[in-house]
Nanobody, 128 residues
Framework: QVQLVESGGGLVQAGGSLRLSCAAS????????MGWFRQAPGKEREFVAG????????YYADSVKGRFTISRENAKNTIYLQMNSLKTEDTAVYYC?????????????????????WGQGTQVTVSS
């Protein structure tokens, strides 16, 4: 079992920045990807960004491209989400996620039903 622990959420004004961190409790070589999803009140959980652990390739939701950057630090079993130019519509609970199943394309890693491990979530609130 792998535990994912997020940190770094908070309150920020529109146009500001935040950096989220997610630390995995242990290294597991069965993990293919780690990433971030978010869920706003009354909405379904949606994909934000992901990273292929073996090669470092990244992929993003269209809504955050050019504003958010996902990165990894393998030695610490940690990934980060740098969020710039935040908008009020970015307000949500952000969840760290990991998958242990191989899929042929990043689309499949962007589906919440294919996530094997979830973090507890961290609140990000962007005020106008």
């Amino acid at each position: 079992q792998v535990q994912l622990v997020e940190s770094g959420g908070g309150l920020v004004q529109a146009g500001g920045s935040l950096r989220l961190s997610c630390a995995a409790s242990r290294r597991t070589f069965s993990m293919y990807t780690m990433g971030w999803f978010r869920q706003a009140p009354g909405k379904e959980r949606e994909f934000v960004a992901g990273i292929i652990l073996s090669g470092g390739n990244t992929y993003y939701a269209d809504s955050v491209k050019g504003r958010f950057t996902i990165s990894r630090e393998n030695a610490k079993n940690t990934i980060y989400l740098q969020m710039n130019s935040l908008k009020t519509e970015d307000t949500a609970v952000y969840y760290c996620a990991a998958t242990t199943t191989y899929y042929s394309g990043t689309y499949y890693y962007s589906l919440p039903r294919n996530v094997d491990y979830w973090g507890q979530g961290t609140q990000v609130t962007v005020s106008s």
